[in-house]
């Protein structure tokens, strides 16, 4: 469309309806003209590829205006990046230490004995020849490299076939306590030390205070710890003001 086509109102006009801009008493006359008069028809589709034409020429301009607001503001902020990476660095380990703080802070009396005092029994050795006990050697082995849950996941099917194994019940109560699964050592801890004769009765009773101390039940640690004779539960006896 050539602007002198057509007059300044004409063109007006058509914009307002397709800008939406013209008024309702107007609105309906001029969709009947469209209807019936082909050359106002043709105008109305050149007015309409010229907005849209000047709206895609103002997009482009904006998008460019964009770019290069984006440039230099990419500039800026590569210019104060090393600062700004020592600043997150310094952020991150001040948030680290003030975790790590907070959760001291937070341990109960009980909790904190635990944490002093807990640390996984070295295990068996394990033979180098070949044995009938392959598993649980093999669980043994990984238990000793603190692979606790793959230990675990090879000791399980064991206890199943023989549930009243005094050395099966410790070590898998072991194992479930420096998992920080403190119910779970429980219960078998809590079969283990059923076998005064077994070889880790002692072992037994002081890893069940200790699990016991762990879910806060400080009675039944005590009376754990006092049915060991080994020196770490005499010495938290002592701190617990409880000693023999």
């Not at 007015?47 to 984006?70: G, N, P, Q, S």
């Not at 790590?100 to 944490?115: A, G, I, Y």
């Not at 109560?173 to 005064?196: F, R």
């Given at each position: 469309m050539k602007k002198h086509n057509q007059s300044q109102e004409e063109f007006e006009r058509i914009e307002r309806y397709l800008t939406g801009r013209m008024d309702d008493n107007e609105k309906p006359d001029f969709e009947a003209s469209l209807k019936t008069d082909p050359r106002?028809?043709?105008?109305?589709?050149?007015?309409?590829?010229?907005?849209?034409?000047?709206?895609?020429?103002?997009?482009?301009?904006?998008?460019?205006?964009?770019?290069?607001?984006?440039?230099?503001?990419?500039?800026?902020?590569?210019?104060?990046?090393?600062?700004?990476?020592?600043?997150?660095?310094?952020?991150?380990?001040?948030?680290?230490?003030?975790?790590?703080?907070?959760?001291?802070?937070?341990?109960?009396?009980?909790?904190?004995?635990?944490?002093?005092y807990f640390k996984p029994d070295p295990g068996l050795v394990t033979p180098m020849s070949t044995t009938p006990d392959y598993e649980f050697y093999r669980g043994m082995v990984d238990y000793k490299q603190g692979k606790y849950k793959p230990a675990i996941r090879r000791w399980r099917p064991l206890i199943e076939q023989?549930?009243?194994?005094?050395?099966?019940?410790?070590?898998?109560?072991?194992?479930?306590?420096?998992?920080?699964?403190?119910?779970?050592?429980?219960?078998?801890?809590?079969?283990?030390?059923?076998?005064?004769?077994?070889?880790?009765?002692n072992e037994a009773w002081y890893y069940l205070g200790l699990a016991l101390l762990k879910e806060g039940h400080s009675e039944k640690a005590i009376h754990s710890f006092k049915k060991s004779n080994l020196e770490n539960s005499n010495l938290i006896l002592k701190e617990m003001g409880s000693a023999k």
């Open positions: 106002l028809r043709k105008q109305t589709e050149e007015v309409r590829a010229l907005l849209h034409a000047i709206e895609e020429k103002k997009l482009r301009e904006k998008l460019d205006d964009f770019h290069e607001e984006l440039t230099a503001g990419n500039r800026r902020v590569i210019s104060v990046r090393p600062f700004l990476k020592y600043a997150i660095a310094a952020s991150i380990a001040l948030l680290i230490g003030l975790g790590v703080w907070l959760l001291s802070v937070r341990k109960t009396p009980d909790e904190k004995l635990f944490s002093q023989k549930p009243e194994n005094d050395t099966l019940n410790f070590y898998l109560g072991v194992a479930w306590l420096a998992q920080g699964e403190n119910k779970k050592a429980i219960v078998y801890l809590s079969k283990a030390v059923k076998y005064p004769n077994s070889t880790f009765i």
